[in-house]
């Protein structure tokens, strides 16, 4: 059942039903006497567009619950039923086996995605998984129809002068906005849940207290089983992350501290209409970009640079990485302090000005302290931001997992771990794929932390002016 046409259906369903129930209830509402007072039971309760969006409501919402419903649900009830329709000599005992066989069904059905010759059974199995879906796509069309029209029939049959649409609509809508804020809460609950669930079986194989104070990082030859679980110390990586992102603050903090002051204070409204949205443009570049540039520009001009003074660079450092890092975050700092500075107060600015102070010792002395608690919270969040990155570190940093605080050297982080753990051909029951899980989780409470202290620094020092 192709979405765009169901989408395209249920659209059209959508302005029928609200034309229907508009000029019904605009009949209703030219039957009552001009004579009548307002307070009449014969005026409408709610305006007829109201009448017209209840009447789509209770018309469409239906069938897309359906819809949905069927498509979460319904590859997986085709599937159990193909299966069971296999003979039992045939259908494998690996669930991962009848897996891989359902999905070789699935592409002789549809015509796609086939390779080799398919035995008669899988022919027969095909046939009767695209008999089926063809009945069930019927059925949940026919269903869907069914209850759109029972929607649309019980509204014209109930509506009347006393119907509260207004108060239903209102309260449909406010459900609605309920609803995304729960898929939001419960998508990064199961994003936590998914990897806990594999970072304790991770756990299980490997010592919490090699894993977090561990200085050797090397999975792909750890023997774990064996008694040996010293490739899987994390020290390494986190060392190269804080490296990192502690060369982008030293960056991106000045840099877009001052353009926020001057933007905010000194610069002209003209200077200002075209300087904040050329800065703002560094936060729309993708990070794979930045760290192509890093890759090809700006490590080959520090290794240059340093062998012209004495220094050996590699081109793939952590300082590389935490420089470019730090020009892709200016924009955070930047634009986050520019709008809490513009919101002092302009009688604070005056009542120092009027007092003596010259604009300098104003901005210092009197703006900076009162943006301040907004200025740090602008700050955590693009430490949590540097700390996240992936695509820059994994072109730039040179990937080389060692305990090290030298910025010439190539480091590895967290980041590109998880990558290189979780891609390729991996056993994601194995050890050597499950620590990309416990890194994830660690990394991702490290960020919730300096989320929250963001949070919390902002809240509890903001001030509140008039």
């Not at 085709?78 to 259908?91: C, K, W, Y």
């Not at 997992?401 to 991996?426: H, M, R, Y």
Request: aromatic share 10%; net charge neutral.
């Amino acid at each position: 059942m192709n979405s765009l046409y169901v989408a395209a259906g249920l659209l059209a369903l959508s302005v029928v039903v609200y034309q229907f129930a508009l000029v019904r209830s605009k009949k209703m509402e030219a039957k009552v006497p001009a004579s009548e007072p307002t307070s009449s039971s014969l005026r409408l309760h709610s305006r007829p567009s109201y009448h017209g969006w209840l009447a789509v409501l209770r018309a469409t919402v239906p069938a897309l619950l359906i819809f949905i419903i069927w498509s979460l649900f319904g590859s997986q009830v085709i599937g159990s039923m193909v299966l069971g329709s296999i003979p039992a000599e045939n259908l494998p005992a690996n669930p991962l086996q009848q897996k891989v066989l359902l999905q070789k069904i699935t592409n002789l059905s549809t015509g796609f995605g086939i390779v080799g010759e398919a035995q008669p059974f899988e022919r027969a199995a095909a046939d009767y998984m695209r008999e089926i879906t063809s009945l069930a796509h019927f059925f949940v069309f026919g269903l869907m129809a069914f209850v759109a029209a029972v929607g649309f029939f019980w509204t014209w049959r109930t509506t009347d002068h006393r119907t509260r649409a207004r108060n239903k609509v209102e309260a449909a809508v406010q459900l609605g906005l309920i609803a995304c804020s729960a898929i939001a809460i419960f998508t990064t609950l199961g994003i936590v849940l998914s990897m806990l669930s594999e970072s304790f079986d991770f756990f299980q194989v490997v010592s919490p207290k090699d894993f977090f104070f561990g200085t050797s990082w090397n999975p792909g030859f750890a023997s774990v089983g064996a008694g040996s679980t010293d490739g899987f110390g994390m020290l390494p990586l986190m060392a190269g992350t804080f490296l990192i992102a502690a060369i982008a603050m030293l960056v991106a903090i000045p840099i877009g501290l001052m353009s926020a002051i001057y933007m905010a204070e000194y610069a002209s409204p003209a200077t200002r209409a075209w300087a904040k949205p050329v800065i703002e443009v560094l936060a729309g570049i993708p990070t794979i970009v930045y760290g192509v540039f890093a890759l090809i520009m700006v490590g080959p001009f520090l290794s240059s640079f340093g062998a012209s003074i004495g220094l050996d660079i590699r081109a793939t450092s952590a300082l590389t990485a935490g420089l470019v890092m730090g020009i892709m975050i200016i924009p955070f700092i930047s634009s986050l302090s520019d709008d809490i500075i513009t919101q002092v107060p302009r009688a604070m600015r005056d009542g120092s000005l009027a007092l003596g102070a010259t604009k300098a010792e104003t901005t210092i002395k009197v703006v900076l302290p009162a943006a301040l608690p907004g200025v740090v919270g602008a700050i955590l969040l693009a430490v949590s931001r540097a700390i996240g990155e992936t695509m820059i570190v994994v072109l730039a940093a040179g990937n080389a997992p060692v305990l090290t605080a030298n910025p010439f050297e190539s480091v590895s982080t967290v980041t590109v771990a998880i990558v290189k753990q979780l891609t390729g051909d991996q056993d994601f029951s194995s050890a050597q794929s499950l620590v990309g899980f416990a890194l994830g989780l660690t990394l991702f409470v490290m960020t919730l932390i300096l989320n929250v202290i963001a949070l919390v620094i902002v809240r509890r020092y903001r001030e509140q002016y008039e």
